[in-house]
């Protein structure tokens, strides 16, 4: 981070020249408790210091500095301190088809946490390179990132059996799940969607959370907050984010996207505009 510590969490956005959809985050957090959320990108990070704990894939992690945090695109997941004093981070958010394109295929990190300190070290030059040096060329940093994402995933990465995904959840979860997808605007009673899952209320609650590690709610609040991000990263308003995604209004989506992803909308939505470096203010700021 720039400038002088502070106990407050801090988070900056900034988009990687020539890759536009690569976006680099440099954050410290000492009390942010991540809700569980997804991103549509995969997310590869450096612990530069303290521990984060990360609730993933049913199994909770925790990995310290100098260590990777490698979580796949679309599944849901938490964190948060696992220390009194929090932990720092690089990240860098790689669209599922750029780093698909880089593989050949999809890929899947069989391992959410890993130390590989050699990659680490590398990891951290480049996203210090990418962030740090506004001079660098499109080209180059292209380059760099190309090279960094394909040792990551030489090590890292698995094109063997996949870990279980949501086709192979049970039919009426996908059903629900899509059912709430096709109307993010409306918040459906329980009662309506297990008439519609064909299941008891309690039953379906139950195999919802089970299934995804979350509540149909939740769930659903997921997928407002993804498709209010995708807006702001397209440059549109906060109120239009907002109204779009199926919030009351601009302060309900700004306690939601503050508590996800540590970040205002406001600013978030000025780091998709312009593509600059975004330092934001500290998380509990509008």
């Known amino acids: 981070m720039k400038g002088e510590r502070s106990a407050a969490d801090r988070v900056r956005h ?4 020539g890759a536009s959809d690569v976006r680099l985050v440099t954050a410290s957090f000492r009390t942010h408790h991540f809700v569980p959320h997804a991103h549509s990108e995969y997310a590869i990070a450096v612990i530069g210091r303290g521990v984060e704990a990360v609730r993933y894939r049913g199994a909770d992690e925790r990995v310290g500095a100098g260590g990777l945090l490698l979580l796949d ?3 849901i997941h938490a964190g948060r301190p696992a220390v009194p004093q929090g932990w720092d981070y690089r990240v860098f958010y790689v669209p599922a088809d750029l780093l698909a394109e880089i593989a050949g295929r999809r ?3 069989p391992a959410a946490t890993v130390q590989d300190p050699e990659l680490a070290a590398r990891l951290t030059r480049t996203h ?3 962030e740090d040096e506004p001079g660098t060329s499109p080209l180059s940093a292209y380059e760099q990132l190309h090279h960094v994402l394909t040792l990551v995933l030489e090590r890292h990465a698995t094109r063997g059996r996949a870990l279980p995904s949501e086709t192979s959840w049970p039919a009426e979860i996908r059903r629900v799940q899509a059912y709430l997808a096709a109307d993010i605007g409306r918040t459906p009673s329980l009662a309506e969607l297990a008439e519609f899952a064909g299941m008891p209320r309690f039953t379906l609650l139950r195999a919802f959370r089970a299934v995804t590690t979350v509540t149909p709610h939740g769930y659903l609040l997921a997928l407002r907050l993804r498709h209010a991000q995708q807006l ?3 440059g549109h308003s906060v109120a239009r984010a907002a109204a779009d995604s199926g919030f009351y209004d601009q302060a309900h989506l700004h306690r939601h996207f503050r508590r996800t992803f540590a970040a205002a909308p406001g600013r978030f939505a000025r780091a998709g505009r312009t ?3 975004v330092q ?3 998380a509990d700021e509008p």
């Open 275 to 277: 593509r600059n470096d």
């Open 128 to 130: 210090q390179s990418l």
């Open 232 to 234: 702001l990263t397209a």
């Open 73 to 75: 695109a679309e599944v």
């Open 280 to 282: 934001a203010r500290p």
């Open 14 to 17: 900034r988009y990687a020249p």
């Open 107 to 109: 890929p899947t990190f």
